[in-house]
């Protein structure tokens, strides 16, 4: 519910007269004194609310894009031009409620909350001491006063768990978020601020908002698009954030991620979540020579191809002399492993898996001056 600021003002309903301002009777062969008329009351206005500051770019704010022009063949040196994510996914551990609680409590609730919260998984706000399937209806009230209404159920635990999310034109200030049901209720008041390190935000499927960033900095801006189990790097381009450090970067690609770099800081990523899993894997791996072996074009995390000819044998262990327990067939795609490869007998032998993951082990990159295997694009 809204909070409206009403201004009353009371109007004068008639005038008050006394003796001192009462029409004197003009004396004998004088005149009449005439009283000076009161000077007009000062027109009253209604005083100014301030408006609420938010995570959103000022009217002002520069712009630049990623457009068809930006397509690079050629990632920016030292980039990978494909990567994918390490497999495992996402997970986020169960908040659990002790035993004996016998009254509604928050367990896990912040007294502030950075805008932008991460656009996977949020900020959570859990509770303990309800009752199992308990019906839990949530008000969360925003500094502007707008609400959000919904209904949580309590787990076998009595917990229910809330992820407060943000999004773009939130105002920072005091928020407030209240619970009810029949166990009881909770109420628990919480500041969204400003970011305090440079963050990306979307404004829309196609626009991200840059903040936080040094004054007047260059940045690379860096998008991948989706390409069945990888992400493609794309397009790049160099751009410079304004005197506050902020940007508006509109994508006219089918771009799934964006990647801000600057001064030689770790990225900042439109997907925060995805970009830790990353890590450092946008960056090409660093492989020390190995004798006589050709110098590897294989990375890290990432897929290669077996080459025309003979078959790929896979081992148990790198070397020759380990146990063969598998082959990979010309023009079969492997899963090249996050692990180190390994030098053995003037070859360099990689960790690989199967696109089935049934067969997994060690295979050889090329030997003489010959690769047997390529990277996959």
């Not at 000062?42 to 068809?68: E, I, W």
């Not at 495992?88 to 509604?104: D, K, L, N, T, W």
């Not at 928050?106 to 019906?135: K, R, Y």
């Not at 991200?208 to 397009?235: C, H, M």
């Amino acid at each position: 519910m809204k909070r409206t600021l009403i201004a009353v003002w009371w109007l004068l309903a008639g005038l008050l007269l006394s003796g001192c301002n009462l029409p004197v009777s003009p004396a004998a062969g004088g005149t009449a004194r005439v009283e000076p008329a009161a000077a007009p009351l000062p027109a009253s206005t209604a005083a100014a609310v301030p408006a609420l500051a938010r995570l959103q770019a000022p009217p002002n704010a520069d712009k630049d894009s990623l457009t068809r022009a930006d397509l690079q063949s050629e990632p920016p040196e030292g980039f990978r031009r494909a990567l994918i994510v390490p497999p495992g996914g996402f997970s986020i551990p169960p908040e659990e409620c002790p035993a004996g609680q016998i009254a509604p409590n928050l367990i896990a609730a912040p007294d502030e909350v950075m805008l932008p919260t991460d656009p996977l998984f949020g900020t959570a706000f859990c509770s303990c001491g309800w009752g199992v399937n308990e019906q839990v209806d949530l008000t969360l009230t925003l500094p502007d006063g707008s609400q959000t209404r919904e209904t949580l159920t309590a787990g076998a635990d009595g917990g229910a768990c809330y992820r407060f999310f943000s999004r773009y034109g939130m105002p920072y200030g005091s928020a407030s978020l209240d619970l009810r049901g029949y166990s009881g209720s909770i109420s628990h008041r919480f500041q969204t601020i400003p970011p305090a390190v440079p963050a990306v935000v979307a404004v829309n499927a196609s626009m991200y908002y840059l903040t936080g960033f040094p004054a007047n900095e260059e940045v690379l801006l860096v998008s991948y698009r989706p390409d069945k189990t990888q992400l493609i790097l794309d397009a790049w381009k160099r751009a410079k954030v304004d005197a506050r450090g902020e940007l508006l970067v509109t994508i006219e690609l089918d771009s799934a991620l964006l990647a801000v770099f600057a001064g030689g800081q770790p990225p900042v990523w439109s997907q925060p979540s995805l970009g830790k899993l990353i890590g450092s894997g946008y960056l090409k791996s660093q492989i020390a020579p190995c004798g006589s072996a050709p110098p590897s074009r294989l990375d890290l995390n990432s897929y290669a191809v077996v080459t025309e000819g003979q078959p790929n044998n896979i081992r148990k262990q790198p070397g020759t002399d380990a146990t063969v327990i598998g082959k990979a067939n010309p023009g079969e795609t492997l899963l090249i492993w996050n692990e180190q490869p390994v030098c053995s007998g003037n070859m360099l032998w990689w960790k690989v898996s199967n696109l089935a993951g049934t067969l997994s082990g060690w295979t050889v990159e090329g030997a003489g001056g010959r690769y047997w295997l390529a990277p996959a694009e």
